[in-house]
C-alpha cells in the first residue's frame, strides 16, 4: 500500500506539474494569442474524455492481467507520453500527445482496485483512504514545484523531469508491488455482463457511479473562474497567483488530514454515513462562498470543504468494493473511473457557462445546488442502510 502510494503521489504530481505554465508553454508553440486560454483547456479537457474512452477497455485487462501489470502499463505510458511533450514543434502535437495521454492513463484507479481487493474488508476505508492523500499530495505540491521548476531549468526541461518521476514510479512498481493474482484465460474470464448481474444491489452501484461525477462536476466547476474570483474580492494586487494558489491549496491540506481518519471511521460506522455527511458539509461550506467578501474569507470555506471533500471518494470507493465480485474488481473501478473522467471534462464547461451568463458567485450556488442533487440521490440510494438508532449506538462503543 506504502510503494501504491508513492506511485499515486508522483502519478498526482505529475498531472498538476504542467499546470501553471500550460498555457505560456502554447504561446511558445505559436498559437495565435486569442486562442491560447481555449487550447488550454482543450489539453486539460482531452486528457480526461480519452482516459473516460479507455477506462473499459483497461478495467477488462485488469481483471485478465491482473491490476499490477495495468498500473506498469499506466506508469511506462504516461513517462513517454509525459516526456515527449518536451519536443512536440506545434500546439496539435500537444493536443496529441495529452490525448495519448489520457489513453495510456490508469495508474491511480488501478492502485485503488488492487488495494480495494488485497486489503481486508473490514479495514477497506482505512486503506483505501490513506491511499487517496498520495494524489492528494502529489496535486499540492505539483503546481508550486512546476512552477519553480519552469523558472530554475525551463519548460521544455520540466516534461522531462516529470517523465523521469514517472519511470522511477514504473520502476517502483515493477519490483517492490506485489499482488495476490492468477491470471485468467479470455475464454475462462466472466463476462463483463454477468459481472453487473452478480452484483446484490446494482442500483446502489449504479447511484455510487453518478455521485461520483456530480462530486468531480462539483469539485471542478470552480477551477476556470477561482483566479478571476480572488481578483474580483480583492482587487489588482500583484501577487494574485500567490494567492489564489494558496487558495486551491488549502482544501487539498485539510483532505491529506482528513481521508485516513474518515476512512477508518467508515470501516466503523458505516462509509454510507461518511459519504452521506461529507456530501452534506460540502454543500454547507461551498454555499457560503458565492457570499464571501474577502480573498481571506474564501480561503477559510476553502480549508473547511477539503475536511468534507476528504470523506467523498474514499467512501465511494469503499462502497464499491463492498458490493463488487472479486473477478470483477478491475472493471468495476474502471467504470467508475469512466464517470470520474466524465466529471472532470464537464465540470469547468459547466463552471464556464454559468459565469459567463450570471457572474462568479453563481458558480457556487450551482455547485451547491448538483450537491443537494447529491445529496438526495445517496439519501435514497442508501435508505435501506441508514438506522440513527444504530448509528448512535455506534458511536457510544
Not at 35 to 47: D, M, Q
Not at 230 to 236: A, I, S, T
Not at 314 to 333: A, C, E, W, Y
Amino acid at each position: 500500500m506504502y510503494i501504491a502510494w508513492i506511485g499515486c503521489f508522483f502519478t498526482g504530481a505529475s498531472y498538476s506539474l504542467v499546470m501553471p505554465f500550460i498555457s505560456i508553454y502554447i504561446e511558445q508553440l505559436g498559437a495565435p494569442s486569442n486562442k491560447v486560454e481555449f487550447y488550454a483547456g482543450l489539453s486539460i479537457s482531452l486528457t480526461a474524455l480519452s482516459a473516460a474512452m479507455v477506462a473499459p477497455l483497461w478495467g477488462s485487462l485488469a481483471d485478465r492481467k491482473g491490476r499490477k501489470l495495468m498500473m506498469i502499463r499506466a506508469a511506462a505510458g504516461m513517462t513517454i507520453t509525459m516526456g515527449s511533450l518536451a519536443f512536440v514543434p506545434n500546439v496539435f502535437w500537444l493536443l496529441f500527445m495529452r490525448f495519448c495521454n489520457g489513453l495510456l492513463s490508469g495508474y491511480v484507479p488501478n492502485a485503488t482496485a488492487m488495494i480495494a481487493s488485497q486489503a481486508p474488508k473490514d479495514k477497506n476505508g482505512m486503506a483505501l483512504g490513506t491511499l487517496a492523500t498520495g494524489a492528494v499530495a502529489g496535486s499540492l505540491i505539483g503546481p508550486s514545484l512546476g512552477g519553480l521548476l519552469a523558472q530554475t531549468v525551463g519548460i521544455k526541461n520540466v516534461f522531462l523531469v516529470t517523465g523521469s518521476i514517472l519511470f522511477i514510479t514504473t520502476l517502483l512498481t515493477i519490483f517492490f508491488i506485489h499482488e495476490d493474482f492468477e491470471p485468467v484465460e479470455k475464454k475462462d474470464m466472466v463476462s463483463t455482463k454477468e459481472v453487473f448481474k452478480s452484483i446484490k444491489h446494482p442500483k446502489v452501484l449504479i447511484g455510487l457511479f453518478i455521485t461520483t461525477a456530480i462530486i468531480q462536476i462539483g469539485m471542478t466547476s470552480i477551477s476556470p473562474i477561482l483566479t478571476l474570483y480572488v481578483r474580483e474580492l480583492g482587487g489588482k494586487t500583484d501577487n494574485i497567483l500567490f494567492v489564489s494558489g494558496l487558495i486551491v491549496s488549502v482544501a487539498g491540506v485539510s483532505e491529506f488530514f482528513s481521508a485516513p481518519f474518515l476512512g477508518k471511521l467508515g470501516d466503523r460506522i458505516g462509509s454510507q454515513y461518511v459519504l452521506l455527511g461529507g456530501l452534506i458539509l460540502s454543500f454547507l461550506f461551498i454555499f457560503p462562498m458565492s457570499l464571501v467578501q474577502s480573498p481571506f474569507q474564501l480561503g477559510v470555506c476553502r480549508f473547511l470543504l477539503g475536511f468534507s471533500t476528504g470523506a467523498l471518494m474514499p467512501s465511494v470507493n469503499t462502497l464499491i468494493s463492498k458490493i463488487t465480485p472479486m473477478n470483477g474488481v478491475g472493471r468495476i473501478f474502471s467504470f467508475n473511473q469512466m464517470f470520474t473522467s466524465m466529471g472532470q471534462v464537464a465540470g469547468p464547461m459547466v463552471g464556464s457557462f454559468v459565469a459567463n451568463g450570471f457572474g462568479y458567485r453563481s458558480v457556487f450556488i450551482a455547485t451547491s445546488l448538483l450537491i443537494l442533487m447529491n445529496i438526495t440521490i445517496s439519501f435514497f440510494n442508501f435508505k435501506h442502510q441508514l438506522s440513527i438508532r444504530e448509528l448512535i449506538n455506534e458511536f457510544k462503543r
